[in-house]
């Protein structure tokens, strides 16, 4: 009995274009043609065929069009997510290139930072490495700020998202409430959650303001709101930090990209005592 060979073709397609990706996602943002060309800064004729192009290339349609609306397609929502991780590592390629060798290491923080921590950590940094060697970028997304490439190294709380990132605890946060110091719970040596509850000024969530912001609400009596104890030397006269029991500690972590390999993240990790790692 005679075998017949069996033959595999192989499709091998050109590799896109970073243009056709940004094509591609104006139009996925915009669901309109004539304002995803606006936005582009071309004629709607070359951006439809560019799309028209894309999708044979891929031979699956991206969108769905009619006369009165124009919609992603499933191929089309698959892409819309992958294009914009694709852009997003080369914009941190491009950023991490033109940064390559720099001396500065930066760290992202949030506003408000218990300054002993930061103190410590940036004084230690500049005392082995010199002046200027440091630059804080102040955020409250400090992960994103490292992922995207705006910063070498974050601090953060332990229960931040951690996908991607290596990270070493480098302090442990005991919850502290804030109340002013005429408050009736500001002389107790300790509260509970039940108690803060009972206040109408009590916050389980914290305002997006800074540290500065936050003394000031609950000076005047407009919020009551649980921090960490590292905070409590930026208070002043008129707050009063009192520990809360029933309420977890909180660990406060350096991270940074676990593909980084940046010596300058190595040589700060050298400087804290606490040497354990945790794996992204």
Known sequence: MTRKSSFITVEVMKRLEVRELEYFLAVADTLHFGQAAERLGIAPPPL??????????????LFKRTSRRVELTAAGQILEVEARAVLRSLDRAIL??????????RIATPPGTGAGLL???VRGYVTTFGGGSVELVFTREQTSAV???RADVALICSSDDLSGLDAQTVTTERPVALVPSDHPLAGRTAVTPADLLRDRAYRAELPPVGLDALVDLVATGQLIAVIGD????????HVVAVPVTGLPATEVLLAWPADAHDTRVADLLDLIELPQRRPA
């Open 119 to 121: 103190r410590d950590l």
């Open 96 to 105: 991490r290139t033109r940064q390559a060798g720099q001396p500065v290491l």
């Open 230 to 237: 590292s905070a409590v030397d930026r208070l002043g006269h």
């Open 48 to 61: 439809s065929r560019a799309i028209a192009q894309l999708e044979r290339r891929l031979g699956r349609p």
């Open 147 to 149: 992922r995207d490439g």
